[in-house]
């Protein structure tokens, strides 16, 4: 097995979050981006990629994903904040093209 990315996508600071999982993060967060990617995140334009994790395994990345989907609200938030203070779009730092000064280390 191959190792994956929980990530949670957002439509601006402080919106509505959708938490997901993936192997190809860039090309996960691509399909939310152009609204090929989950209804959820169609529906709610959520296009900023505030958020994410790798783990090793595929499997330890599910369950991460299902214990975050259960959590409050502000356990979220705090999640974010920690790694992600302004709620920074960090897809262009997956792709290359973002800043990369700050304190907003996406890995």
Request: hydrophobic fraction near 35%.
């Amino acid at each position: 097995m191959r190792g994956g990315f929980v990530y949670i996508m957002s439509n601006r600071p402080n919106g509505t979050l959708y938490t997901g999982v993936t192997a190809d993060i860039v090309r996960r967060v691509y399909q939310h981006r152009t609204g090929t990617g989950a209804g959820f995140c169609r529906r709610y334009g959520l296009k900023r990629l505030i958020w994410f994790e790798f783990h090793d395994e595929i499997v330890q990345a599910i369950q991460r994903e299902t214990n975050i989907k259960y959590w409050p609200r502000a356990w979220k938030v705090r999640l974010i904040e920690r790694m992600n203070p302004t709620w920074e779009d960090l897809y262009l730092r997956l792709v290359g093209d973002g800043p990369t000064e700050g304190g907003n280390d996406a890995t």
